[in-house]
């Protein structure tokens, strides 16, 4: 099969559907490992993680025919998966109301067994507000540049970059204190 670039590929892609997959296939290939890491990275679990993701090809393929390059490809299919992520954690909290407080209560946050410097970081990672986490995953795990990233978190360009700032100020200063 040729190579083609992304536009190509989009642009071959929205003639073909709905019959022809093919090009579909080779346009999202690159992204998956990245989506897969994403999702997992958000939701915490792998089997939510691949939902999301399954979730996310399917809408993006339903959907592909109305996507303009208003963002690139990259940014949009994000978008679509992180708001499959954040439906994913909407429908995990109706599940645990439905749990009687002992279950909520047996919840208990996993520390790291040693000091060891990833699960450290980890777990510090992991104790951020969504929104800074999702900011900090979308810049060192997709490669996204902050406009991208405003655009996918919806906020404005400035309040990504300051949130950025502050957690990296947090971690450094967190980190040369766990040392």
Not at 6 to 11: D, I, P, S, Y
Not at 49 to 55: D, R
Not at 124 to 137: A, H, K, P
Request: with cysteine.
């Amino acid at each position: 099969m040729s190579s083609f670039n992304e536009r190509q590929l989009v642009a071959l892609v929205q003639e073909s559907l709905p019959y022809d997959t093919r090009y579909f296939q080779q346009l999202i290939t690159p992204y998956l490992p990245k989506l897969k890491g994403y999702c997992v990275k958000v939701l915490g679990n792998q089997p939510d993680a691949e939902e999301a993701v399954q979730e996310t090809i399917i809408k993006a393929l339903t959907n592909l025919n109305g996507f303009k390059w208003l963002v690139s490809f990259q940014s949009w299919l994000f978008k679509i998966a992180h708001n499959e992520c954040i439906n994913k954690i909407r429908e995990r909290r109706w599940d645990i109301m439905q749990y009687d407080d002992d279950y909520l209560d047996s919840l208990e946050a996993e520390q790291p067994a040693e000091n060891d410097i990833n699960l450290v970081l980890a777990n510090m990672i992991d104790s951020l507000s969504f929104d800074d986490r999702n900011i900090m995953l979308l810049r060192y795990r997709t490669g996204l540049d902050f406009q991208e990233i405003a655009d996918i978190c919806e906020m404005k360009l400035s309040a990504v970059k300051m949130r950025h700032k502050r957690v990296l100020e947090y971690l450094t200063t967190h980190m040369s204190s766990e040392q």
